[in-house]
Structure formats: C-alpha cells, structure tokens
C-alpha cells in the first residue's frame, strides 16, 4: 500500500489559517490500512485542529467526510453538492487524493494533510516499512526475492559497498543492510555464482526519472 | 599483466615489479589552490601517484577532477577518484574524458557514502550507476574506446583503473567474491580499506591468492597510522566497516602520556614490513589523512625512497 | 485564580477504577466534586477521539483510570489505553496546552482511598495550572 505519515499540526494549521470553515476528507484505501488517514484519523485531526483554533480564540467549523478512495473520478464526484460549502479542504489521502480534487473542482482549494512517503507493508502492528520504490522495471527475481533499488541506500544493483557492517546500511542502525541479506540467501541456497556476474547499469527511463508516467490497459479504452 | 594500458607511472611501476607506494590528499573546501598546492609539494617524490578524493564522506570540497589536474600542473601523478553518489553515467563518462584530457592517468572507482554523512544531507543522491558498472564503464571507454550506448567516442581514454577493496566489511565471507566480481569488471588495480586487524587481512589475501585474483589485478594495502589513542577508538566505533583490534588500541595507551603518535607510526611501520613480504600484496597505500607533511619521514622510515623511475 | 473549579473528566473502568471509586464512596472518603466519573467496560474502549473531545468541549483535564498494569479484566486494555493518553500528551504539547492535564492511572478494585488520593491529585494539579485555554464561553 501507499504509506504517509501525517503532516505536523503547526503546519496543517498554517495551510488553514484563514479559513473558518474546512471539511475534512479520509479515505479507505491505504491511508485507512496504514492508520493515517481513515475516519478515526479524520476524526481526530478535526478535534485537533479544533482545540487548537479553539485556544487562538478564533474557533472553526469542521466537517467529516470519508470516501471509499480518491484516486478515482467516481468517488471524487460524490463531493459535487457540497465541496463548494467550505473555505477549503483538507484531504487525508495519499499525494494522489488533493490533485483529482484539485482538478474535479478547481474553484475550491484543497490541501494535502499528509506526506505520502513509500510504497509498503506493514512488518509489526503500526509499524510499515518501505519495500518498492517503483522504478518501473522490476529485477526483484535476480535477487531471490529481495529489492535492491528500493532497500538499498544506494540502489546498488552489485552492493554491497564498503559500509554494510553487522547486517546494517551504513547510514543507520534501524536499516538493514539488504545486500548483506541478498548474499547470505545466494550463498545459504548454493547460488553465490549469481552474484558474480556484474548487473549492467539500471534503464531508470522507467522509473520517475523518465518524466511522469502513465499506464494504460489497451483492452479497456472506450 | 604485462602491457601498459594506461602508461601511467603507477602503472609502470607496479608492472616492472616494484612495491608501490602511493599516497592521498583531500582536496580544500574551497578554491585554495595554494593550500592544495603545498599538500601536493609534501608528497612529491615520495610516492608514485597521489589519491584525489571525491567529496569524501559527502562533504563538498574542490572537484577531484580539478584538483587532479592542479596536481598534474605540480608534476605529480594523480589517482582521480569517482564517486557513483554525485553524477550520473552523463557527468561520469564526461568527466573522465575531461581528467584524461587534463593528463591524469589512474582511475579508482567507489560507491561513495551516503550523502546523509556529509554536510548536504538534503541533496538528492544519484548512485545512476554502482561502482561496478563503473569500473565496466571505464573499462569499456578504455578497450572498446565506445560510451556506454555504444557510440564510438572521439580519441580514448586510456585510464589505469582501479577499485577499493574492504576485506573488513561485512559479509566478511563475501568480500573476496567482490573483488572477483570487480577484476572482472575491470579493475586493474585495487586499494584496500585500511588494515589494523593483520590477522584478518592474511586470510583475506590467502583467499586472494588462492583464487588467483593477484595475478589478474594488484593489491595495495591500505595503510593509516594511528595519531592517537581518541583516533584509534573513533576509527574503531565510529566508522563503518573499520575493524581495529582492542590489541592495537591497547598498545597506544601503553606506550606512555605523548608517546602514541610514534607508537602509531611504528605500528604502520611493521604493517608496511610484513606487506612487503606478504605474498599477492603489489604495493601499500598511505592514507595520512590531514597528515601530508608527515609522509616523507614515513617513507623514508619505511624504506620506501627513492621512489623508483620508470 | 481562588475562585477557578476545575472540570474533570474520569474515564473509569468498570472492574477496578470505579468499584474503587464505589469502595471510596462506601469508606465515607471525600474526593473533590469536580471529578465528573464516566463508566467504561474497560479503559482500552477509552479512544484517543473521547479524549480530546473532552478536551475540545472545554474539560480542564482528563484521566483514565484503569487496573493495574499486569492485571487487567480483559488482559491488555489498560496498556493501550496508556498508549492512547501518550498520544494525546504529545498532541496536547503540540498544540501548546500542557500534557500535564491528561493522565493514566492504574489502581485496583480494593484501593477505594487510591481513588480518592488520585481525584484530589488531579484535582490539585489542574488548580495550580488553571482553566483549560480551550475553554468556550458557553461551557464556563
């Protein structure tokens, strides 16, 4: 799933601080599954915002809304009737929610209440960690199972470097080092001569660093 | 390993059979071509060629590029360095064409650490391509005289290409596989990280030996010499993929109030001495780190000089 | 402020927190009347919502109070509910209203003087702190 974490309060506040009356927006797709934008996060950004306009002495008016998501025109439709009410929007979805809204009602102003950060899993209860970085090419089969451009530091393609020590990246003691983890696998299943040969050089044309990109199923186009 | 790829002087020197000495600078943070100058003055003569770091440990200094090139213009040979963090495969191939074109002669090829080290931890890392690829990249632009798409390019350059090796990181068990995987690529010769724990470089290069990496490729031992006791216990925590001994530290502390700094370079001493008999070890390299000007007595010390012309 | 009454919002488990509190009523033990006791199956049904709506509704401080650590009727409810008061302590302190008007306590069903001890502790507590800076002119 796509994972964020939620803006800082001084900041969502700041996005806001003319307004008098928003309307907040959740969404059940990821952000609901990573605990950060469903209707429980929903509600208690609008109690905190409302506490904290409250104590300014300038108290606002909060309104709730979920949508099943926000990556899709269909859902975003729904707010037709009633997006126009407010000052402005807070949406709680993914970096992609705030822009259809953005472009369905570009008389309203919409702001992203969270920093979407990876595309992930959840390894622990409330905790997710990042495990594909969308490159757009996926090599994960040359490396039993296991993503390099994603979960090394340095997308090495032949890692790992100088700096994996103990099982952990170089740059800190909470990531692993999953050249380290790639290697002991390869020579645990016999297969260490897989990693002899030299990887050539990634195409990241697919990747983000090709321009933004699309994706089209040529058998549903109308 | 017999003809001159490159005609560098380290190159020369390590095919006719001599143990090479090289050494390193880091480049000033900033235009202070003086200070550089004045660092280069202390090395030479007293090594073969000189390392040109590449923004080490992600701090920005001068451009190694320039600053092998500056080196050049004082009549001492550089080992330009390159890091796969800053540039990607269009600045790298455009930049060795730019230091070859300047007169330098060597190449090391590194990873580089991360940028959140530095002092820019907010930059975008690039890492386009692994110091592999690289090490293939130059080869190619050296043998095949082709870029990386292919396209011929326009008069070679011919670059003694080198790696680093840290026979100390982990999976320890792995690391002489990656210095296979790199001589393969193309490495022609290779500076290792630097040795404290000698235990663990012998089986290191007995594995080398064994798998007949040294005949394809030299090694050069990597040599710091501890300036104190607050250094070694840096190195030893602080640093990752360093191993120093407890044994090591515990002899500085030994040797008296004062009395490290000589201890450490006696320790480096007896490392040099057993590096020239050990076998598959082609050379040593000096990191003397902000250290230049001790260089020379090192050498000199260590039997090293005259630096033989070739 | 002499004449400030602070509003109290006690969010209290039914096995422990309030039998205590039943326990303290039945010992005679006077605890201030400005702990209003709100009756749970379990402080893990306490949501992180419950209490900063206390908060927004104008309550100058919130506790829970829960079984003992280790003990409690439904096995873990306590502890989460300690995670959620943590939350809104560092939701608080972002907002610039003090943490300190929050609290979990834990106690057992025979500690009937405890209930009253931790009444007139927050009691005490939100008196040297005073009104809630949230609070709305139509609640005061």
């Not at chain 2, 005949?215 to 607050?230: M, N, R, W, Y």
């Not at chain 3, 004449?3 to 309030?18: G, H, L, R, S, W």
Request: glycine share 8%; proline share 4%; hydrophobic share 40%.
């Amino acid at each position: 799933m796509i994972v964020g974490d939620r803006k800082s309060l001084a900041e969502i506040l700041d996005m806001i601080k003319d307004c008098q009356n928003i309307l907040i927006t959740g969404c059940k797709g990821c952000v609901t599954v990573c605990n950060v934008g469903g209707l429980k996060e929903v509600q208690i950004l609008a109690l905190s915002l409302k506490i904290a306009r409250k104590k300014e002495g300038r108290p606002i008016t909060i309104e709730e809304n979920l949508l099943e998501r926000q990556c899709d025109p269909e859902y975003i439709a729904e707010l037709a009737d009633v997006v126009h009410n407010y000052d402005a929007v807070l949406s709680m979805a993914c970096g992609v929610g705030p822009q259809f809204l953005a472009e369905a009602y570009p008389a309203q102003k919409f702001f992203p209440a969270i920093n979407t950060k990876f595309f992930g899993g959840a390894t622990g209860h409330g905790v997710w960690e990042e495990r594909c970085a969308g490159c757009g090419t996926c090599v994960i089969h040359n490396y039993d199972g296991l993503c390099p451009v994603s979960r090394c530091s340095k997308s090495l393609m032949n890692g790992p470097c100088g700096g994996s020590a103990g099982g952990l990246c170089e740059i800190s003691k909470d990531v692993v080092c999953i050249w380290d983890m790639i290697v002991k696998k390869k020579m645990e299943q016999g297969r260490l001569e897989d990693l002899l040969r030299v990887m050539p050089a990634k195409d990241w044309s697919t990747s983000r660093d090709g321009g933004p990109r699309k994706s089209i199923r040529e058998e549903l186009s109308q | 390993m017999s003809e001159n790829k490159s005609g560098s002087n380290l190159e020369k020197v390590l095919r006719a059979g001599h143990f090479a000495f090289t050494g390193e600078c880091g480049p000033p943070k900033g235009a202070n071509v003086q200070h550089l100058k004045e660092k280069i003055a202390f090395l030479k003569g007293n090594v073969d060629a000189v390392n040109i770091t590449d923004n080490q440990t992600a701090v920005v200094r001068m451009s190694s590029w320039a600053a092998s090139a500056i080196a050049v213009q004082e009549g001492v040979e550089p080992n330009f360095q390159m890091v796969c963090r800053d540039r990607n495969r269009l600045a790298m191939m455009s930049d060795i064409l730019g230091v070859y074109s300047l007169g330098a002669r060597n190449m090391l090829c590194l990873s580089g650490d991360h940028q959140r080290f530095g002092n820019h931890p907010d930059a975008k890392n690039v890492y386009d391509i692994d110091s592999l690829q690289l090490i293939s990249l130059a080869r190619k632009m050296r043998d095949e005289e082709k870029f990386m798409n292919g396209e011929a390019i326009d008069v070679a350059p011919r670059l003694f290409i080198g790696a680093a090796c840290n026979p100390f990181a982990d999976p320890f068990e792995f690391r002489v596989y990656r210095l296979a995987k790199k001589i393969s690529a193309g490495a022609d010769f290779v500076q290792t990280q630097c040795i404290y724990n000698m235990e663990k470089f012998r089986n290191f290069m007995k594995m080398a030996v064994d798998m007949g990496l040294t005949e394809k490729c030299f090694i050069l031992a990597g040599v710091t010499p501890l300036k104190s006791i607050g250094m070694a216990q840096y190195m030893a925590r602080q640093v990752p993929g360093m191993d120093v001994p407890a044994e090591m530290i515990d002899r500085l502390k030994g040797a008296g109030k004062g009395k490290a700094t000589e201890e450490g370079i006696k320790i480096a001493l007896e490392q040099i001495e057993e590096f020239k008999e050990m076998k598959g070890v082609a050379g040593v390299h000096l990191m003397a780190i902000e250290w230049e000007h001790r260089v020379a007595e090192i050498a000199e010390r260590a039997k090293m000089l005259p630096r033989p012309l070739v | 402020m002499d004449t400030f009454e602070p509003q109290i919002v006690a969010f209290c488990c039914k096995y422990c927190a309030y039998a205590a509190a039943d326990l303290a009523g039945s010992m005679r033990l006077s605890y201030p009347p400005n702990v209003k006791v709100v009756q749970l199956p379990c402080t893990g049904r306490v949501d992180i919502f419950h209490l900063l709506k206390a908060i927004e509704d104008g309550a100058d401080g919130v506790y829970v109070a829960g079984c003992l650590e280790g003990e409690c009727h439904f096995l873990k409810g306590n502890l989460r509910a300690r995670k959620k008061v943590e939350y809104v302590k560092r939701t608080l302190e972002e907002l610039g209203i003090e943490p300190a008007r929050v609290e979990m306590y834990n106690l057992s069903s025979a500690m009937g003087p405890r209930f009253a001890e931790i009444a007139r502790e927050m009691t005490g507590r939100i008196k040297e702190l005073g009104p809630s800076p949230v609070k709305d002119a139509a609640i005061a």
